[in-house]
């Protein structure tokens, strides 16, 4: 965790360029299985790890999981995951230190940026159980 924030910090905030956007057959090509971390303004965001036929799982690094599908929507990448159902749409391009994801390809919204590939399993709690 303390390698990720090193190396988010050391990254410059990206803005989306004039790069063509992924589409869904580039960003499957590059993200099928592997787990990356997100930064967002310097700070680890999240992780998400790309599964076979499209599925992820997607935690905000408290061991809180959701498993999710995505989809192509014209230049925009679509996920919705099992406790959300209305789609979260990013326009992904790629630069020289990897993903850009800007949320619906608003300038003005959300941009991540890939972190790391730690090429390993996430930790992912199960459910919450009562006594």
Not at 4 to 26: D, F, K
Not at 27 to 48: A, P
Request: aromatic share 14%.
């Amino acid at each position: 965790m303390f390698r990720c924030l090193a190396i988010l910090l050391l990254l410059p905030a990206h803005a989306v360029s004039a790069q063509s956007a992924l589409s869904g057959a580039e960003f499957d090509s590059y993200t099928r299985g592997k787990t990356l971390f997100y930064g967002f303004q310097g700070q680890v965001y999240g992780v998400e790890r790309y599964l076979p036929n499209r599925r992820v799982i997607w935690s905000f690094l408290d061991g809180d999981c959701k498993e999710g599908l995505w989809y192509e929507q014209g230049d925009q990448i679509c996920f919705i995951y099992e406790d959300r159902l209305d789609p979260q749409c990013w326009v992904f391009t790629r630069s020289a230190g990897g993903l850009i994801a800007q949320f619906e390809g608003d300038p003005a919204e959300t941009e991540l940026y890939e972190a790391e590939d730690i090429d390993e399993e996430m930790v992912c709690y199960g459910p919450d159980v009562g006594v």
